[in-house]
């Protein structure tokens, strides 16, 4: 069984920046992809960003281009999402998710994602 711990959030003020981590432990690392997925108050779920490390496949959303960065360290089966020059609008939860065999194009698809954190809150304001 896939379990999946997120950490990281907090309250930050506009510009800033945190890094989110999520500690993925019983799964086969090797063929993963993870993701990073934000729920606003009153909103839909939406995809933050994606990788399906085999294939090198990374994706983010317009929103957080150039901001956010995906990242795993193998060794320590850690998955991390650095987010800079943070905005009020980023305020959300996030939530770490992983699934097995999806295409690049798929990344950015909650539905093909079979387990889930229970996701960390991430504030901006001043």
């Known amino acids: 069984q896939v379990q999946l711990q997120e950490s990281g959030g907090g309250l930050v003020q506009p510009g800033g920046s945190l890094r989110l981590s999520c500690a993925v432990s019983?799964?086969?690392?090797?063929?993963?992809?993870n993701a990073w997925f934000r729920q606003a108050p009153g909103k839909e779920r939406e995809f933050v960003a994606g990788a399906r490390w085999s294939g090198g496949n990374i994706r983010y959303a317009d929103s957080g281009k150039g901001r956010f960065t995906i990242s795993r360290d193998s060794a320590k089966n850690l998955v991390y999402l650095q987010m800079n020059s943070l905005k009020p609008e980023d305020t959300a939860i996030y939530y770490c998710?992983?699934?097995?065999?999806?295409?690049?194009?798929?990344?950015?698809?909650?539905?093909?994602?079979?387990?889930w954190g229970q996701g960390t809150q991430v504030t901006v304001s001043s």
């Open positions: 019983g799964g086969p690392f090797g063929t993963v992809s």
């Open positions: 998710a992983t699934g097995y065999n999806l295409r690049a194009p798929e990344l950015v698809d909650a539905g093909r994602y079979n387990y």
